[in-house]
């Protein structure tokens, strides 16, 4: 949508929609005055007669009825010298300068109540104003506006490059367009851009003023991946390198959750103090060492072995110290087997050497599992 298309629209006062003054600071060099350099009290009808002219030619026809002029400084500054320079008994003559700071004050219109679509306005309302004035300072009708208000600036010129603009500033735009959690789109993140259910308005509770404040409330739990999705431009993108997970034994990788497979396990992005490593393996070795590492790969891979924990261990043979007996690496389900082996426990091929070099003083039938 055009920001002309979008001005023009916000300013029709539809029922139920929410009033949205916008103001526009900027600020016009006048050349050529007959004023007193440093002079910054004029009188009330001059700023008066000033404000209108700027009304008349900055504020966009379309939003004529809802749009006000405000100067906020005037300034007498010293211009250039317009004689060739200074003989006895001759005048310096110099022309001053006026500088007019001023606002353009127009009252918006939002699309519903909670003014959902409040930053599109304010954004067109700014560049409607700023065409409006480009317009009328191209086409002579600004100057010669300012021209009539006073005979100290009949003779008033502006350059072509002596409008400057300040910030466009809306005091309400806080209050309005507030961040909502996308549920009834299954997105995981939040909007404002209006197309919230009808609940979430009648409750008003679902509501936040900012993304952060939203993404932060209504998914914790995968902050980055909802702050991206809500066009975050300063959430970093997904690594897929892997770091670890203590509550649960392996690594998952720094990648959005929802984009989790078959073989890519995402645990949300990384933060900036976590340790990122390029595979399972570096990772699991690194940080869960005390682990069975091929369990601890397994399950941060999402390979077969973990979802099947038969395919794990070695099938070599080590103390298990409660038994005192030589059990197996490998799953507990199976012959023989004592689970999977620490980091810390010896492994030996045979049965024999286990219990020939480890435990010698018991009976050699009592020293593996039936």
């Keep these: 949508m055009s920001p002309s298309t979008s001005f023009e629209g916000a ?75 200074v003989l006895r008994g001759q005048r310096e003559l110099q022309s001053n300068s006026l500088e007019v700071e001023f606002e353009i004050i127009i009252t918006m219109h939002c699309q519903d109540q909670l003014c959902s679509n409040a930053q599109a306005i304010v954004d067109s309302t700014f560049e409607t104003v700023k065409e409006t004035l480009s317009a009328s300072l191209a086409d002579g009708s600004l100057i010669t506006a300012l021209q009539s208000v006073d005979p ?24 309005f367009g507030r961040f909502y959690p996308k549920w009834h789109t299954q997105e995981h993140t939040c909007s404002n851009q209006g197309d919230y259910p009808a609940y979430m308005l009648v409750s008003g509770a679902f509501f936040e003023p900012s993304l952060d404040a939203c993404c932060t409330k209504y998914f914790h739990w995968d902050y980055d991946t909802c702050m991206l999705l809500g066009g975050s431009p300063s959430v970093a993108a997904a690594t897929y390198e892997f770091y670890v997970d203590y509550d649960n034994d392996r690594c998952i990788q720094s990648c959005f959750l929802k984009d989790s497979s078959d073989t890519i396990n995402c645990g949300g992005l990384a933060a900036d103090w976590q340790t990122t490593f390029a595979t399972a393996a570096e990772c699991c070795s690194t940080t869960l060492f005390w682990t069975n590492q091929q369990a601890c790969v397994a399950s941060s891979t999402k390979s077969a072995a973990a979802t099947d924990p038969t395919l794990l261990g070695s099938s070599k043979w080590y103390v298990d ?40 003083y018991i009976e050699t039938e009592d020293c593996t599992p039936a």
């Design 152 to 175: 100290t600036l009949a003779s008033a010129t502006i350059a072509g490059t002596d409008i400057t603009y300040g910030e466009v500033i809306s005091e309400a735009l806080a209050e």
């Design 11 to 85: 300013l029709d006062d539809q029922v139920g929609s929410a009033e949205l003054p916008v103001t526009t600071q900027a600020s016009v060099t006048v050349n050529g005055v007959d004023c007193t350099h440093g002079q910054t009290d004029f009188p009330d009808a001059f700023v008066s007669d000033i404000e209108g002219a700027l009304e008349a030619e900055g504020c966009p026809a379309a939003a004529a009825a809802d749009c006000i002029a405000k100067v906020t400084n005037l300034t007498c500054k010293s211009g250039r010298r317009l004689a060739g320079g």
């Design 321 to 360: 110290w409660k038994q005192f007996k030589c059990v197996k690496d490998c799953d507990e389900s199976l012959s023989q087997c004592g689970g999977l082996a620490k980091s810390w426990d010896e492994l030996y091929d045979t049965s024999a050497q286990c219990c020939g070099e480890r435990l010698s």
